[in-house]
């Protein structure tokens, strides 16, 4: 067991290492292409990461602009609070208004691009820093290059519930000659002198203002050693990088303008790498370089970033070098460590080898004694803990086995003896084989046999005419009854039997499903109907006899025309008859002839011999 226990770990220490062996040889030929894979996978988040921050400040910029025309519109109203709550009371109405205006008119940012404007709630323009010559007339019927009609829109809002709000419109941008562009303006009204005061922002002031801090940000990006973000524009204008602020364009013949020009085409088709060798200028030496370009075409400008390929080589250098160092090292401890745990292993595996040869002795004894006689395990000879729980289980098995045995035959007897004692005939049927494999002597003595080994192993319908009064085969039926009481528990029905000697006799048979262990068992009950088959014949034959008495007894009924003098009967003919012999035609009665005291007295009352007689009748 020892050697091959060894032979089995030098194999898997040999398989182990041959495999790290592989695997470092593959790694050493894979090393070139993974590294260079893992470098433009570095460079390509970076690009992708540059460019989501990028669209997501862009995005921004409606958000920007709204809040922005906000803040202003609400400082402008709180100028005009100022004003007006200042000179209420000292000033007329028109010259608050022209404090208002001027105010206003003079208030301006970015440039003097951004300013107020004022109009009035029945359309008067009051204030426009960008359009004076609009300042007095109505502008009611203004619209959009999308024919939105600004200032009504503007009443519709500060007339809301709110009392301010935005309005998104297109309007002409300066510099940008016959170009409407998206505008967003913030109205709010001043109740006191019923105007309305809003401002308004361009969406593309706003995104050139994030453009710059996109800039800003992306030239903060720095990774590894030489990794940075380079940024430049369709028209070739360079906007982060080595050329930042030029167009390197304007010398389409140099190498950045010819670098530039392939990296402009390459995003305008969707973007990618591009490996190339950088060009000379000035402090920089041309060196093989990789790089990777997306675009982001709604301000036409490509983002990238590269690597130099000879600084990769350098690195696949150095790593397959210390793949190299590293299986010579692993190979070396692999060695040392299976030699010593192989030795460890195979003087524990001696010790323990013996230890458990004495126990499993210990068990192999006990279970040839348990054939005869169940004699527990000595628990002071068994060494190891987990032996010592199966012998204590063995042990208590064995005594649980002896009172098993001991219960097992006392109620064995008892069954037995209620089975054997039972008036009623009692078989057992194998509920798989359909056969009979018990009796008790009730049994044997209703089929006329003298043993068990006559009955036992017969299969279901033997002791039975081949055939039942309805025709059918009796062993077929036989069965049938068995599955219905396998299938429902119990049944009970009326069966011809027969005798060893073929004798049928009338039996009713109760079946009963019963389990022993996992096999099923039915359970006969058998009852003789001879006596009640007979009584029931004897019963028949009366009543037939009863019916046929009865038969024979003729009744009178209905109305009897008789004379009331006479009484004569008349019959059906018309004739009258004496009663006597009516009632003899008409019915079984015979009459015999007598006569009653009243007219034995009419008649012979006079006569000597009946006067004598009756005399005679009182002394008596």
């Not at 010398?251 to 490996?275: C, T, V």
């Not at 950088?278 to 030496?285: A, D, I, L, Y």
């Amino acid at each position: 067991m020892t050697m091959i226990y060894l032979m089995f770990a030098v194999v898997i220490v040999y398989l182990w290492i041959g495999e790290k062996i592989l695997t470092a040889n593959s790694q050493v030929k894979n090393i070139r292409q993974n590294y260079l894979e893992s470098q433009k996978n570095t460079i390509r988040t970076q690009v992708k990461q540059a460019v989501e921050y990028t669209y997501h400040q862009r995005s921004l910029a409606e958000k920007r602009a709204r809040a922005q025309a906000k803040s202003r519109t609400n400082e402008a109203w709180e100028i005009a609070s100022y004003i007006y709550n200042r000179n209420k009371n000292k000033l007329p109405v028109g010259r608050i208004q022209q404090l208002v205006h001027d105010a206003l008119y003079a208030a301006s940012w970015d440039g003097g691009k951004g300013y107020y404007f004022v109009v009035s709630m029945s359309g008067i323009e009051m204030v426009n820093r960008n359009t004076p010559e609009l300042e007095g007339r109505n502008v009611m019927a203004f619209r959009d290059s999308r024919g939105t009609y600004l200032t009504k829109a503007f009443i519709k809002i500060v007339t809301s519930p709110a009392r301010e709000g935005f309005l998104s419109y297109y309007y002409p941008k300066p510099g940008l000659h016959g170009v409407d562009v998206p505008k967003i303006s913030f109205v709010k009204y001043f109740q006191p002198l019923d105007w309305m005061i809003a401002n308004g922002m361009y969406i593309l002031d706003e995104e050139e203002n994030i453009k710059e801090e996109v800039i800003e940000r992306l030239e903060q990006i720095k990774f590894g050693s030489t990794g940075y973000i380079f940024v430049g524009t369709w028209d070739g204008l360079s906007l982060a990088g080595l050329f930042k602020g030029k167009n390197v364009l304007d010398s389409p013949d140099s190498e950045p303008g010819q670098l530039a020009r392939q990296m402009i085409n390459l995003s305008k088709s969707g973007g990618g790498f591009i490996q190339y060798l950088t060009p000379r200028f000035e402090g920089h030496e041309p060196a093989s370089k990789i790089s990777y370009i997306e675009p982001i075409p709604e301000w036409q400008w490509y983002i990238g970033t590269g690597l130099y390929i000879d600084a990769i080589e350098v690195a696949i250098q150095e790593k397959q070098q210390k793949i190299k160092d590293e299986i010579r090292i692993l190979i070396v401890k692999c060695i040392i460590v299976l030699f010593l745990f192989l030795m460890v292993s195979f003087l524990i595996v001696r010790l323990l080898s013996g230890k458990i040869e004495k126990n499993l002795k210990l068990f192999s004894n006990f279970f040839k004694r348990s054939e005869k006689n169940a004699l527990p395990i000595e628990m002071d000879k068994v060494t190891f803990s987990e032996f010592k729980f199966l012998a204590d289980s063995a042990n208590q098995m064995a005594t649980k086995r002896k009172e098993s045995e001991a219960s097992l035959r006392e109620s064995e007897k008892r069954y037995r003896t209620l089975f054997e004692s039972s008036f009623d005939s009692l078989v057992i049927i194998d509920g798989g084989s359909n056969t009979y494999v018990d009796c008790n002597t009730a049994a044997l003595k209703l089929y006329g046999l003298e043993s068990q080994d006559q009955f036992i192993g017969m299969a279901v319908g033997k002791f039975s005419p081949e055939r039942q009064p309805d025709g059918e085969k009796s062993k077929d039926l036989a069965i049938k009854h068995i599955d219905s009481a396998l299938l429902k528990g119990s049944c009970i029905f009326e069966w011809t039997s027969a005798k060893q000697d073929g004798t049928s006799f009338p039996t009713l048979i109760t079946l009963s499903t019963m389990y022993i262990g996992n096999n099923k068992y039915v359970l006969e009950v058998i009852r003789d109907l001879t006596e009640i088959k007979t009584a029931e014949e004897k019963r028949e034959q009366l009543i037939e006899e009863l019916k046929q008495a009865l038969s024979e007894v003729k009744i009178l009924s209905g109305l009897l025309p008789i004379c009331s003098s006479c009484k004569k009967i008349r019959d059906d003919k018309g004739y009258w008859k004496q009663i006597d012999s009516y009632i003899e035609k008409y019915s079984d009665a015979v009459f015999s002839h007598g006569l009653c005291p009243k007219c034995t007295e009419e008649l012979y009352g006079d006569q000597e011999w009946y006067i004598k007689r009756k005399n005679q009748k009182k002394t008596e």
